[in-house]
């Protein structure tokens, strides 16, 4: 009997990994069909690394957390079993995934440096711009979640960010991005944070605030920096002879 429980046991998380792998393998031939299967590997480990950072993030917490699913030209997600008691929780498990996604990206940044890859540069700067557009302050965005440790209400500075975003680079993300941001950024309007519940979810002292206020920002900073300096970087070299 305790043999059987323990392959259940052992096929469940095999059947957990092969999700992974096989959600991970399919992107990378839907990827590959556009971009070449080089880029598109490196596209695809960036999104492992940014999705395993939330993933990290949550056990660590002690939140049950599903393991990483991807979906072509949407990216990937981890599904959080139980939902965080606090919003500091929360902003914690959410930073996580920029976060080591910068980390990695600028490995890359650097190997492409030294080996002098225009390929590496290319794959570094699709992670410092992935992870830049993740941190808009809007739900369900990590941004959103993160700056929902100062207050809700950010989300309605985040949305018109996101309809500028979408002006500027039309895509059908952005567009389903931006209709489940709505219903949202309506709750951010109408929050109250007096509401029995809000008052306990909420409740952060002001050092807290600060920390993530300045981490946030302080990636963000770094992350816009990234992208404008390789964008510039990689249309001076396809626009070389």
Known sequence: ????????????????????????ALSLLVYT????????????????????G??????????????????????????????????????????AGPFIGTLVAFGVYFYGRQTDSSLLLAIAYSGFFLNLINLLPVHPLDGGRITAILSPRIWLIGLPMLAALFFYQPSPLLLVIG???????????????????????YAVDTGTKVEYAVMYLGLVALLGLMTFKMHQELAGIRGAP
């Open 33 to 52: 069909s556009v971009w070449g299967w080089p880029f598109a590997l490196g596209f695809v480990l960036l999104l492992f690394a940014h999705e395993m």
């Open 179 to 201: 209709m489940i941001a709505l219903p949202h950024a309506l709750r951010a309007w109408r929050f109250n944070p007096h509401a029995p519940g809000n008052a306990s979810y």
């Open 1 to 24: 009997m305790i043999k059987m429980v323990l392959l259940l046991l052992s096929g469940a998380k095999f059947s957990k990994i092969l999700l992974t792998a096989g959600t991970m």
């Open 54 to 95: 939330h993933f990290l993030a949550a056990q660590h917490r002690g939140l049950r957390v599903g393991v990483p699913v991807f979906i072509p030209f949407v990216g990937a997600w981890i599904q959080l079993k139980e939902q965080p008691m606090t919003v500091e929780t929360e902003a914690y498990v959410a930073f």
